[in-house]
């Protein structure tokens, strides 16, 4: 995700400064190709070539050579769930690298409460009922990883903004049992009160909506609004859509739905409502 962030924002320069690509590429002694990987993130660079670049493009602000030479440096970095790398699949940990470069993430969900937001019992459960063959090892590690996933987005020095739109249907099924749907419950209205996180409840009575396709979320970066991906995750498979129409249609639909759910206040009533049923 470094790499795309400072491939984007080094095409950008180039592209102000009407440089073409087989210029950069000649004038730096690189092969043809190796400009395109670099601005689409598949390669890496090393801080002097970034300074080369940058000397090149004329770019002589500190300011912007200090923040790629970070993006550049960063790339390499260790990342808190390498300990982790032998249970996560591989597109769990793209989501991972993905979610962890986001400043605000829009969620909508039908079924379950998105991971950022869950216990660890409710995590446990989901992760059993969808993994029923996972040694308890394994389980243990995945309810981990949640629990570090959370405390990385929400708890940083410059928290992810969180919006969660959630089907009313969600507060209803009781997941792990009912002290555990209770206490899922109970961490959905605190978490409420957060200042970097939005909760509403679209309610049975909306009707027919937006979302009626399936679940999503959409990542924004801080770099640049064309980085901003949608993710809709299916059994088998999950989906990075990163076309400008792609991400426009489900701008839009979280929109329309935000507009259909409950505001923020009633939508916690309803949830402690429905905590007080269960317990």
Known sequence: ??????????????????????????????????????????????THEVNGL????????????????????????????????DVLTPRYLDY?????????????QTVLVPGLLQTPDYARAVIRALKPERPSDEVNALVEVRLARQNAALSREDPLTLWVILDESVLHREVGGRATATKQLMRL?????????????????????????GPFVILKFPVQSELDVVYAEGLASSVYLERDTDRAA???AFDRLRAAALDADPSR?????KARELS
């Open 96 to 108: 991972i690298n993905f979610e962890a470069e986001a400043s605000a993430a829009r969620s909508f």
């Open 189 to 213: 209205a605190e978490a409420a009160d957060e200042p970097n996180v939005t909760v509403q409840v679209l309610p049975y009575r909306a009707g027919a909506h937006a979302g009626m396709l």
């Open 269 to 273: 009533d309803v949830i402690l409502r």
């Open 54 to 85: 940058l000397d090149f493009y004329l770019v002589h602000d500190p300011d912007t050579r200090a923040a790629l030479e970070t993006l550049a440096r960063e790339g390499k970095r260790r990342v808190w769930w390498q300990p982790y790398n």
């Open 250 to 252: 489900y701008s839009g």
């Open 1 to 46: 995700m470094r790499r795309r962030m400072l491939g984007a924002e080094l095409r950008k320069i180039r592209e102000r400064q009407a440089v073409t690509a087989e210029s950069t590429a000649e004038a730096m002694g690189w092969h043809p190709s190796k400009v395109s990987r670099i601005e689409s993130g598949r390669s890496g660079l090393r």
